[in-house]
């Protein structure tokens, strides 16, 4: 007879209670990353983050640089199967990275000129960098990342890291060796999966690790302990910690009967996450893993004393994580949060922290947001190009009870001030009829979208959205203009 399933906590669902929105101990997170992290994780609070995003790898290489038709398969690149596609959902999501700009955009416009456009490949390196801008921000000063993949994409991974943390915080890259039965092939067999191990600064946390020496090597050492050449003593010093750890870990993967296999393919072993945990963080230390699967990072930080996050959007991924902490660590505690939240949610949001709302409204309309210290009522810009032309679209987010006309009037003087095409007026109440009348007096503009436009978070939760410039296929994207300034519409720093 099976034994019987232990009951978990019930899950507690944002919104349910009066804890703080930016939990300081553990929290395991069901939702997408790039939708969860600006909502429950602060920025520069994580220590260390260690992520293991999944990838078709058992696509064929050739497969993943062919041209695709752009069907929709949305549902297979939201749910973070084990596979990537170009399709509807892909493109607009390669669109919105070059709209929000910077350096990682440059790189996914290099990627599509080179890969000569949509393919399986392009879909994940879109998919990607936004996820990794976002990792950037929550990472503190002293933090540092390792981002673990496959040789399949690890040169593109590569680029994107290098224009999301700089190339001057690239570390190392550590091989992970292990030995494996294979099938034969017309290639040497592989062994070894790449983690790319980057810092946000200069001052960041590394506690060097070492290993015994061999029996050859201490014995070697002792022999030639003290060696004189000439008039000069050379002494040839012994550690007693053993010699400095390299960057190949030759660390076994697991086999089928190890006793921390949980069921899932991709399962990493515990030695190797608890090596990255412990040279990247300190007792105490906070760290994320926003593709958690079946939580072996969280496992290993429990382990060792950490604080963790654990994001996932499967639901058997946070099922498998929960049976595996209460049975590896009896009493645990931590938060459990579910992610997208309900309008009753949203509004406790509003309430909470008004700067994460707007955050998140700017989010949902693809808006990339000012920041905190935004003025003039402008918390997001929305950046895109038409026909080599620049368009721009300026969101003012209303997280009150109540809006009046002028807040709107205010928006379209700003929309007028700046030279925008559009303003977008999103509200949490419900505006009044005269609003309608004010946004229709306003007309279209030079692109034949409306000046003013009001979206309620009510309507957010429907599926509209604001309406914008939408050029023939991909967004162009043209290098040789320099990124608008924030500063013209907000005043306000990134």
């Not at 960057?247 to 030695?271: F, H």
């Amino acid at each position: 007879m099976a034994p019987a399933r232990r009951k978990l906590p019930k899950p507690e669902y944002f919104g349910g209670d009066t804890r703080p929105l930016f939990s300081t101990g553990s929290m395991l997170i069901l939702g997408d990353n790039l939708e969860t992290l600006p909502i429950w994780v602060d920025s520069e609070s994580v220590d260390l983050i260690y992520l293991d995003p999944p990838f078709n790898s058992s696509a064929t290489y050739n497969m993943l640089f062919s041209h695709k038709d752009g069907t929709p398969a949305a549902a297979q690149i939201r749910a973070f199967t084990d596979s990537w596609e170009w399709n509807d959902a892909a493109s607009a999501a390669y669109d919105e990275a070059l709209r929000a700009g910077g350096d990682a955009a440059r790189v996914l416009h290099g990627f599509w000129e080179m890969l000569d456009g949509g393919c399986d490949m392009l879909a994940y390196l879109s998919m990607m960098a936004p996820r990794l801008v976002e990792l950037r921000r929550v990472l503190k000063p002293t933090g540092s990342i390792y981002l673990h993949c496959d040789p399949t994409a690890s040169h593109y991974l590569k680029l994107l890291m290098d224009a999301v943390f700089g190339t001057k915080n690239f570390r190392n890259e550590i091989i992970w060796h292990y030995r494996r039965w294979t099938g034969s092939a017309r290639s040497f067999l592989k062994m070894h999966d790449t983690i790319f191990f980057y810092s946000k600064s200069d001052d960041y946390t590394f506690n060097r690790q070492f290993t015994e020496y061999t029996a050859a090597s201490l014995k070697r050492k002792q022999n030639y302990h003290t060696r004189i050449k000439g008039d000069d003593v050379y002494v040839t010093h012994i550690d007693d910690r053993g010699v400095g750890e390299n960057d190949v870990w030759q660390i076994p993967l697991l086999n089928s009967q190890a006793k921390e296999r949980v069921g899932y393919p991709t399962q990493k072993p515990l030695a190797l996450l608890e090596k990255i945990i412990v040279a990247g963080s300190n007792p105490g230390d906070l760290v994320l893993d926003p593709f958690c699967g079946c939580g072996t990072a969280v496992d290993a930080a429990e382990n060792l004393g950490r604080r963790w996050i654990g994001i996932d959007i499967a639901r058997l991924a946070t099922d498998v994580i929960e049976e595996r902490l209460h049975r590896e660590h009896p009493g645990i505690r931590y938060d459990l949060r579910v992610f997208p939240p309900t309008i009753e949610e949203a509004e406790r949001l509003a309430e909470t922290d008004r700067h994460a709302f707007q955050e998140w409204a700017c989010f949902q309309i693809g808006a990339t947001p000012t920041g905190k210290g935004a003025d003039r009522g402008i918390d997001g810009v929305i950046d895109g190009y038409v026909q080599g032309k620049r368009w721009r679209a300026l969101v003012s987010v209303k997280s009150g009870q109540t809006v009046k006309v002028s807040e709107l009037r205010d928006l379209l003087g700003t929309v007028d001030r700046e030279r925008a095409q559009t303003g977008i007026f999103v509200t949490l109440a419900e505006p009044p009829r005269t609003f309608a009348k004010d946004v229709a007096e306003t007309g279209l503009g030079d692109l034949r979208i409306p000046r003013l436009q009001v979206v309620t978070v009510a309507e957010l939760f429907t599926g509209k959205r604001p309406a914008i410039p939408a050029p023939a296929g991909v967004a162009q994207f043209d290098l040789t203009v320099p990124a608008a300034s924030v500063e013209k519409a907000s005043d306000a720093g990134a």
